[in-house]
């Protein structure tokens, strides 16, 4: 998930879990956690930095571990180096959709000079684990994984078949990964009803959760380059019109230029309507500034954090630049790259072509990734109110409703297949330590670890198990 998606997603705090004890010095009494924390610290001193990816040790990681809960997993894919995981406990006979627990093996790439800890040392200090991967999003697959073993452990009687997958490429848009997937291993899908993955969100005071969000929408990503050119050569002898690199600044200009307004977008409007009618506080009343029209600019600009402005309009950061290899050569490219993210009802093509307008002749316009609109997930139905139930239970009074991602996840490929796909986050995370994600000192709560793992095993057991 993005850096900005976790922006939206930060207000997280503590609750009290009553599926475990915690214990004063913030570990755990429970086993299945402990034994889920040593999985992690493991997964987590694999380095499955995207690019380049190299998520088959990650995987095969995977497999050996289920395999070694008597769960026969095997790796998917067509490149070797980077495998996918898939493992599926059938409900012999069932009627039933496949419930999919779906994950991402692959990580941002982290630079350990940043760090307090090593990013791919699995450390274990201060109450934390540390390392890139334990909030994107190694800690969900682990618990995922160790919704499974639970079910095998117990010899727990199936109503549905329960599927796991982690995939390598997520963090570049999933084309080599998910999206490949589908489109060439359609089997490995069959008859898979519900998708449960990251991007899910809650929001805690003190000592419990005010809000759990479970994502049923995102805005699209369109990842764009611009590619300026001109003549190489002495920089004291510079071209007239300034060269390449004057080139994509000009267009660079124009771009930073265009206007994106404020707008109500059907799907922020119903997840915000949904969510504001539960909260009686003040983030309750500010939400409600999400829900209709015409938009108060003046109070959205003053009481909402940007993570709910985002909500509101197309964005366009410029997020990569290169060009040049010395201070005296006139360079025949250069190269920028935009991250360009699209309310979910827009179609890519105005965006793109207002691009096009904006950089004219200055630079040609690449699209790197190009995503159309995909139908919410239903805030209601069978695996929404088994989420409903299960959080109501590990939160009384929590209010559970759905959110809007600002990020993307490889959820969109299973909504353009009309798959209802949630994200939910099991695991609380305070504020402080969310900057982590794609950022530096990438760190999970121990004590939270291990409740979100026993949450996510409660949700399994809720829509899998015959009662
Ligand atoms: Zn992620």
């Not at 898939?86 to 941002?108: F, M, N, Q, T, W």
């Not at 990020?407 to 994200?423: C, K, L, N, Q, V």
């Given at each position: 998930?993005?850096?900005?998606?976790?922006?939206?997603?930060?207000?997280?705090?503590f609750f009290l879990a009553?599926?475990?004890?915690?214990?004063?010095?913030?570990?755990?009494?429970?086993?299945?956690?402990?034994?889920?924390?040593?999985?992690?610290?493991?997964?987590?001193?694999?380095?499955?930095?995207?690019?380049?990816?190299?998520?088959?040790?990650?995987?095969?990681?995977?497999?050996?571990?289920?395999?070694?809960?008597?769960?026969?997993?095997?790796?998917?894919?067509?490149?070797?180096?980077?495998?996918?995981?898939?493992?599926?406990?059938?409900?012999?006979?069932?009627?039933?959709?496949?419930?999919?627990?779906?994950?991402?093996?692959?990580?941002?790439?982290?630079?350990?000079?940043?760090?307090?800890?090593?990013?791919?040392?699995?450390?274990?200090?201060?109450?934390?684990?540390w390392g890139r991967g334990?909030?994107?999003?190694?800690?969900?697959?682990?618990?995922?994984?160790?919704?499974?073993?639970?079910?095998?452990?117990?010899?727990?009687?199936?109503?549905?078949?329960?599927?796991?997958?982690?995939?390598?490429?997520?963090?570049?848009?999933?084309?080599?990964?998910?999206?490949?997937?589908?489109?060439?291993?359609?089997?490995?899908?069959?008859?898979?009803?519900?998708?449960?993955?990251?991007?899910?969100?809650?929001?805690?005071?003190?000592?419990?959760?005010?809000?759990?969000?479970?994502?049923?929408?995102?805005?699209?990503?369109?990842?764009?380059?611009?590619?300026?050119?001109?003549?190489?050569?002495?920089?004291?002898?510079?071209?007239?019109?300034?060269?390449?690199?004057?080139?994509?600044?000009?267009?660079?200009?124009?771009?930073?230029?265009?206007?994106?307004?404020?707008?109500?977008?059907?799907?922020?409007?119903?997840?915000m309507t949904a969510a504001?009618?539960?909260?009686?506080?003040?983030?309750?009343?500010?939400?409600?500034?999400?829900?209709?029209?015409?938009?108060?600019?003046?109070?959205?600009?003053?009481?909402?954090?940007?993570?709910?402005?985002?909500?509101?309009?197309?964005?366009?950061?410029?997020?990569?630049?290169?060009?040049?290899?010395?201070?005296?050569?006139?360079?025949?490219?250069?190269?920028?790259?935009?991250?360009?993210?699209?309310?979910?009802?827009?179609?890519?093509?105005?965006?793109?072509?207002?691009?096009?307008?904006?950089?004219?002749?200055?630079?040609?316009?690449?699209?790197?990734?190009?995503?159309?609109?995909?139908?919410?997930?239903?805030?209601?139905?069978?695996?929404?109110?088994?989420?409903?139930?299960?959080?109501?239970?590990?939160?009384?009074?929590?209010?559970?409703?759905?959110?809007?991602?600002?990020?993307?996840?490889?959820?969109?490929?299973?909504?353009?297949?009309?798959?209802?796909?949630?994200?939910?986050?099991?695991?609380?995370?305070?504020?402080?330590?969310?900057?982590?994600?794609?950022?530096?000192?990438?760190?999970?709560?121990?004590?939270?670890?291990?409740?979100?793992?026993?949450?996510?095993?409660?949700?399994?057991?809720?829509?899998?198990?015959?009662?």
């Amino acid at each position: 998930m993005s850096r900005r998606a976790a922006g939206l997603l930060l207000l997280t705090f503590f609750f009290l879990a009553p599926l475990h004890c915690r214990k004063a010095d913030g570990g755990t009494d429970d086993p299945v956690a402990r034994e889920a924390e040593d999985a992690l610290v493991a997964y987590l001193r694999i380095d499955t930095s995207n690019p380049p990816g190299n998520e088959t040790t990650g995987a095969t990681f995977l497999r050996d571990l289920l395999a070694k809960n008597g769960i026969p997993a095997r790796l998917v894919g067509d490149d070797p180096r980077r495998q996918g995981v898939y493992a599926r406990l059938a409900a012999p006979g069932s009627k039933e959709k496949a419930l999919l627990l779906l994950s991402h093996i692959d990580v941002v790439p982290a630079d350990g000079r940043d760090w307090t800890q090593p990013p791919f040392g699995g450390v274990r200090s201060g109450g934390y684990i540390w390392g890139r991967g334990a909030l994107d999003i190694k800690s969900l697959t682990i618990a995922q994984l160790m919704a499974l073993v639970d079910l095998k452990r117990r010899g727990a009687r199936l109503r549905r078949d329960v599927i796991f997958l982690a995939t390598p490429d997520e963090e570049l848009g999933g084309v080599h990964g998910t999206r490949a997937l589908l489109e060439k291993h359609p089997e490995l899908f069959t008859n898979v009803g519900f998708v449960l993955n990251e991007g899910g969100s809650n929001e805690t005071a003190v000592d419990r959760v005010l809000f759990w969000g479970i994502e049923v929408q995102q805005k699209l990503p369109l990842w764009l380059r611009l590619t300026a050119t001109g003549p190489a050569g002495h920089g004291a002898v510079p071209p007239g019109d300034g060269g390449a690199i004057a080139h994509l600044l000009r267009a660079l200009t124009k771009v930073e230029a265009l206007e994106h307004p404020y707008r109500l977008d059907p799907s922020v409007a119903r997840a915000m309507t949904a969510a504001s009618a539960l909260r009686k506080d003040a983030r309750g009343k500010s939400l409600r500034l999400l829900t209709h029209e015409p938009l108060d600019v003046q109070a959205i600009e003053t009481e909402l954090p940007p993570g709910y402005r985002t909500l509101l309009r197309d964005t366009v950061a410029i997020t990569h630049l290169t060009a040049g290899s010395a201070v005296n050569a006139v360079p025949r490219h250069a190269v920028a790259e935009l991250d360009v993210r699209l309310l979910p009802n827009s179609t890519p093509d105005d965006m793109l072509a207002s691009v096009r307008k904006a950089v004219g002749h200055d630079a040609e316009v690449e699209v790197l990734l190009s995503s159309n609109p995909v139908p919410d997930s239903p805030a209601s139905g069978e695996l929404f109110d088994a989420l409903t139930r299960t959080l109501h239970a590990a939160a009384r009074r929590a209010a559970v409703a759905p959110i809007i991602s600002a990020g993307t996840t490889d959820s969109r490929y299973f909504r353009a297949r009309g798959i209802p796909s949630y994200g939910f986050s099991p695991f609380m995370l305070n504020y402080y330590d969310a900057d982590g994600v794609h950022g530096m000192d990438e760190r999970i709560r121990a004590a939270f670890f291990g409740e979100g793992v026993g949450v996510m095993r409660g949700v399994v057991r809720e829509v899998c198990e015959k009662r």
